[in-house]
C-alpha cells in the first residue's frame, strides 16, 4: 500500500497494527469478563420476584464463571417503574421485572392482559400465558420498538380494592379517589367501577393514603402487606379481583444486542426457570401474606364481583377494539 516504504517500516507498520489488534481483542475480553448486570425491581428482598430474579443471577454467574455477574437493586432505589421502563430501554438498567401496566403506554399491544376482567380467573391467566398466547405476546414486545427484549413471564396474582371506607358495590366508590398504575387504561376502569382514578407511581400510595390524597388503591396481599399500605389507613379489602396482569422479566435490547448467541440463550433459560421458580414462590406468598394481613386487622370483604366486572364493559369494548380476535382467542383457553 506505500510502495517506496522500506522493508523495516513495513514490517514495524505490520507489527503495530497487529499489536492494536491484539489489544482490541484483549479489552474485548476483560470488559466482558468485568460485565456485571443490573437487576431492578420495586418490589423490597425477599419479594417472589426478587427471590426468583437473584437466583437467576447466582446461576448466571456460576454458569460464566464469573464472568457475567449480577447485581440485583430491589424496592424502588433505581425509580418508579415508569422510571425504571425508561431506564432499561436505554440500556442504563439491564434486567427489569415489572408490571405489564405500566409497559402498556410503550408495547400498546400488551393492553390486551391489562383490561379488567379479561382473564376469568388466576388459573385461567396462567393456561393463557403458558400457551402460544403467551409466547405470542413475549414475541410482540421484543420485536417492537420500545428496546426491550422480554424473557419471561411473573405471576402478580389477582388485584383487588383495599380503602379506608368498606366497599360492597360500585355506588360505595362514589366520590372516592383510588391510586392505579400509570396507564389510562387503568384510570378508565376505576372510573368505569365507580371511584375516581388517580394514577401515580407506587412509591408515592402509603403517603397519599396516609394524607388523604387517595382514599385506597388496588393490589394483591403481598404488594398490600409488604408497601405497608393497611398501616397507611387501608383497613379494608375488597375482592373485587378486577384485573390479573401477568408480569414480566425484560432485559434492555442495548445489553441483549452486546451478549454473545450463547450468552443470549443462557439468559432466556434462566430467564424461564425464574418464572418457574417465582411462580412458587408466589403462591405461598399469597396465603402467608394473606394470613399476615388479617392477623393486622384487615378486613377481607367477599363480594360478588359481577357488579364491577359489568361497569366495566365499556372499558373492554373501548380499548379490546383493537383485539377482538385475541380476546376471543384468550376466552377460548380453557
Ligand atoms: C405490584 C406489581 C408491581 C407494581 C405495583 C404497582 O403488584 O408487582 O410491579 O406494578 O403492583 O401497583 O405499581
Known sequence: MYPDEPETRMTIRRTLIAT??????????LGAAAQTLKAADVHPAGYPTVVAVESMGKKLEAATQGRIKFQMFPGSVLGGEKEMIEQTQVGAINILRTSLGPVGPVVPEVNVFNMPF?????????????????????????????KLVALAWMDGGSRSLYT?????????????????MGNPLFVDTMNAMGGNGISMGYGEVFTAIQTGVVDGAENNAPSLYTANHFKAGAKYFTQTNHLIIPEIL?????????????????????????????????DKAVADYSA???????????????????ATAPVRAKYGADFAALMKRIADVK
Do not use: C
Open 20 to 29: 492494536a489488534m491484539a489489544l482490541t481483542t484483549l479489552a474485548a475480553t
Open 118 to 146: 379479561v382473564f376469568r380467573d388466576v388459573t385461567h391467566m396462567r393456561a393463557v400465558i403458558d400457551g402460544p398466547i403467551g409466547q405470542e405476546l413475549l414475541d410482540k414486545i421484543s420485536a417492537s420498538p420500545a
Open 164 to 180: 379506608k371506607k368498606a366497599v360492597r358495590k360500585p355506588e360505595d366508590l362514589k366520590g372516592q379517589k383510588i391510586r392505579m
Open 250 to 282: 425484560v432485559m434492555s435490547k442495548v445489553t441483549w444486542d452486546k451478549l454473545a448467541p450463547a450468552d443470549q440463550a443462557l439468559v432466556k433459560k434462566l430467564g424461564r426457570e425464574a418464572q418457574l421458580e417465582q411462580r412458587q414462590l408466589w
Open 292 to 310: 399476615k394481613l388479617k392477623a393486622e386487622g384487615v378486613e377481607f370483604i367477599d363480594i360478588d364481583n359481577k357488579p364491577f366486572y359489568e
